[in-house]
Each structure stands twice: as C-alpha cells, then as structure tokens.
C-alpha cells in the first residue's frame, strides 16, 4: 500500500516546465504521437479517401456502362453475321444446285492470272537485278577509275616538274572533254 501511495505522491511533485525539450519516454509520447497523426489523417484524409472512392465508382459505372454498349454491338454484330451465313449458305446451295462449272471457269481463269502476275514479276525482277548489277558495275569501275587517276596524280605530282605537270594536265583536260562527249 505504501508503494502505491508513493507512486501517487511522486506524481505531484513534478517538475515545472521552464522550456520546451525532447521527452525521450517512449511509452509516453507514442501513443500521443499516434494518436495525433491519425487524428489528423482522419480529418483531412477523410475527403481525399471519399473523392478516391467516388472516382472509383464513376470509373467501375462508366466501364460497366462500356461493356454493356459494347455487349449490344456485339449482338447487332452477331445478327448481322448470321444474316449473311444464311445468305452465303443459300448462295452456295445455289451454286450446288447449278454444279460446280462455273466454279472451275473461275479459277482457271485465276490460275491464268496468277501465272501471267508471276510471269510479269519475274520479267520485273530480272529488269531490276540487271539494272542494279549494271549499276554497281559502273560504280566500281567509276572508284577503280578514281583510285588509278589518284595514283597516277600522285606519281605524277611526285615525278614531274612544272612544265611537264602542265602539258600532262592539259592532256588529262582533253581526254575527259572526249569522254565527256562520247557520254
């Protein structure tokens, strides 16, 4: 009983607050800590989580709202689909009914057309791969014409002197004024 009196006794002899300071008492600033924050949080959280859910909620209708258009779409698209099975399905107990002639005509004649495309593109594809091979035979023989010129003025260059260099230039203008002609 002493202890317990004691313990009560303690408590009125606290000490004044001259400034304020950090409690380092766990067990006793905790619990008020927490239950500050999610005083607060509940306040202030309370709209932010209400216009959350009511976003949510327009969201789920509007897609419920989508699904059942798109549902009806696809039962107009269902009709619609089925409407031309029994017109494709009495088209072709036509064609049974008339016999199959006409259906062998057809695809002769799109045997011959697809044998006359095929023939045509591989004309095209052998025009095109004659033309590119023409056309890198000209470019290596164009580089292979640049490399020997550029040698060739080099040993020149390296070789002549001034009044040889001038009378070979000269030349050199008069062969590809020729070469520019015979173009």
Not at 81 to 103: C, H, T
Request: glycine content about 6%.
């Amino acid at each position: 009983m002493k202890n317990i009196t004691d313990s009560f006794l303690s408590l009125g002899y606290w000490p004044y607050a001259g400034s304020f300071g950090f409690n380092t008492d766990i067990l006793a600033t905790n619990p008020i800590n927490l239950s500050v924050v999610l005083g607060v949080l509940i306040f202030f959280g309370k709209g932010v989580l209400s216009d959350l859910l009511d976003n949510r909620k327009q969201r789920i209708l509007k897609t419920i709202r989508n699904s059942e258009e798109l549902r009806e779409g696809a039962i107009e698209q269902l009709e619609k689909a089925r409407a031309r099975l029994q017109k494709v399905e009495m088209e072709a107990d036509r064609f049974r009914v008339n016999g199959y002639s006409e259906i062998e005509r057809e695809k002769w004649n799109l045997i011959n057309s697809i044998s006359m495309t095929l023939e045509q593109l591989e004309n095209y594809k052998n025009e095109t791969i004659h033309f590119e091979e023409q056309r890198a035979i000209n470019q290596v023989r164009q580089r292979v014409f640049q490399q020997a010129l550029q040698g060739a003025l080099g040993t020149l260059n390296s070789c002549l002197n001034n009044e040889l260099h001038l009378r070979t230039i000269s030349a050199n203008i008069g062969m590809f004024g020729a070469m520019k002609e015979i173009k």
